[in-house]
C-alpha cells in the first residue's frame, strides 16, 4: 500500500514526478465524479433537475473548502513535526483536525438539512425549482462531512509517502458514483433521491478509505488517541487556529468563488427589466435633436466645419 518515497533522501526531480502524477489522476478522477454526476442527472431526470443540483452546489464546495483547510494546514503543522521527530506531534495534529472539521460539518449539514427550504430560496431557486432542490438537499446534506474527509485525508496519505493509494481513494468512489447513478436513476427510477445518494454513497466509500489507511498502526502518519483533558483542549483550539491560519487562504479561494456564483443569478434577476417597460431614451449628446442625422447639434463641435457645406 504505502509507496518507496523518502522525502529525506531521494532526489528532487524523482521525487516530483512520483508526487506529480499520481496528484494529477486524482484530481481528473475529482473532476469525472461531478461532470458524469451532471451527465446522468441531466439525461436521466431532466434540465430543471440539473439546474437543482446547480444551485446546491456552492453548500458542497463550501464543506470542501472547509476539508481542504484543514488538510493544508494540519499537513503544513504535522511535516514540520515529522521533520523535527516528534512523530507522536505529528499523529495528534492529524487526529485534531479530523475530530474538529468533523464535526464543524456534522453541525453544518444538520442546519442545512433543517433549513433546506430556506437554504435554496437563499441560493436563488424558484418555486418551479425548490421541490427538486430541497429532496436533492436532504439526501445530499446530511454527508456532506465524508466529502470534507475525503478532501483533508489525500494530504495526510501523501504526507505518509503514499499519493498512489490517494489517487485511489478519489478514482473508487468517482467508479462507484457512475455505477450508482446508472443503476438508482435509469433502472431504479428513484430521480433526485437517487442521485443524491449515489454521490453521498460514493463519499463515504472514499472517507471509509481514509480512515482505513490512517487507522492502520503500521503507518507513521494515522490516527490516535487524543486526551479530553481541560489543557488539552485549550492545546488543540490553539493548534487548531494555526492550522487555519495556514489553510485559510484555501478556504477563502473556494468561498469567493462560490459566493460569485451564487450572487450572479440574483444580480442578473434584479437586473432584468419587466416586460412591456419601455428602455429610458438617452438624453441628446450635445443638447440638440436625436431625430435628425444631419443637424448639428448631434454633430461634436470638431467635425461641424467639416460638416457644413
Excluded at 523535527?84 to 487526529?95: C, E, L
Excluded at 483542549?233 to 468561498?255: A, P, W
Amino acid at each position: 500500500m504505502k509507496d518507496s518515497i523518502d522525502f529525506g533522501s531521494m532526489e528532487i526531480p524523482k521525487l516530483f514526478r512520483k508526487l506529480l502524477i499520481p496528484t494529477v489522476l486524482g484530481m481528473v478522477f475529482s473532476a469525472v465524479f461531478v461532470i458524469t454526476d451532471g451527465i446522468f442527472v441531466g439525461r436521466g431526470i431532466g434540465s430543471d433537475a440539473l439546474a437543482a443540483v446547480n444551485i446546491t452546489a456552492p453548500l458542497f464546495l463550501i464543506s470542501t473548502g472547509v476539508g481542504l483547510m484543514f488538510g493544508v494546514g494540519a499537513s503544513v503543522v504535522a511535516s514540520i513535526h515529522l521533520a523535527q521527530g516528534k512523530v507522536k506531534a505529528a499523529r495528534i495534529n492529524v487526529t485534531q483536525a479530523v475530530a474538529v472539521s468533523s464535526l464543524l460539518l456534522a453541525a453544518y449539514s444538520f442546519l442545512i438539512t433543517s433549513c433546506a427550504r430556506e437554504v435554496a430560496l437563499l441560493l436563488g431557486s424558484s418555486e418551479r425549482l425548490l421541490p427538486l432542490a430541497v429532496e436533492y438537499m436532504h439526501w445530499f446534506a446530511p454527508f456532506l462531512p465524508f466529502s470534507a474527509l475525503l478532501s483533508s485525508g489525500m494530504f495526510f496519505i501523501r504526507l505518509d509517502g503514499s499519493p498512489n493509494y490517494a489517487m485511489l481513494c478519489n478514482a473508487v468512489p468517482a467508479v462507484i458514483n457512475i455505477v450508482l447513478d446508472y443503476v438508482f436513476i435509469f433502472i431504479l427510477g428513484w430521480g433526485m433521491t437517487g442521485a443524491a445518494l449515489a454521490t453521498s454513497l460514493g463519499y463515504i466509500v472514499g472517507a471509509g478509505m481514509i480512515l482505513g489507511y490512517l487507522g492502520r498502526r503500521r503507518n507513521v502518519v494515522r490516527l490516535c488517541r487524543v486526551k479530553t483533558s481541560r489543557k488539552s483542549m485549550r492545546l488543540t483550539l490553539r493548534n487548531v487556529g494555526y492550522m487555519c491560519r495556514l489553510g485559510l487562504s484555501t478556504f477563502l479561494c473556494e468561498g469567493a468563488r462560490e459566493l460569485t456564483r451564487s450572487l450572479c443569478p440574483l444580480y442578473y434577476k434584479g437586473a432584468s427589466a419587466p416586460r412591456g417597460t419601455a428602455r429610458r431614451e438617452r438624453p441628446p449628446a450635445c443638447g440638440g435633436s436625436r431625430s435628425a442625422g444631419t443637424d448639428s447639434g448631434s454633430v461634436p463641435r470638431r467635425f461641424r466645419r467639416a460638416a457644413a457645406p
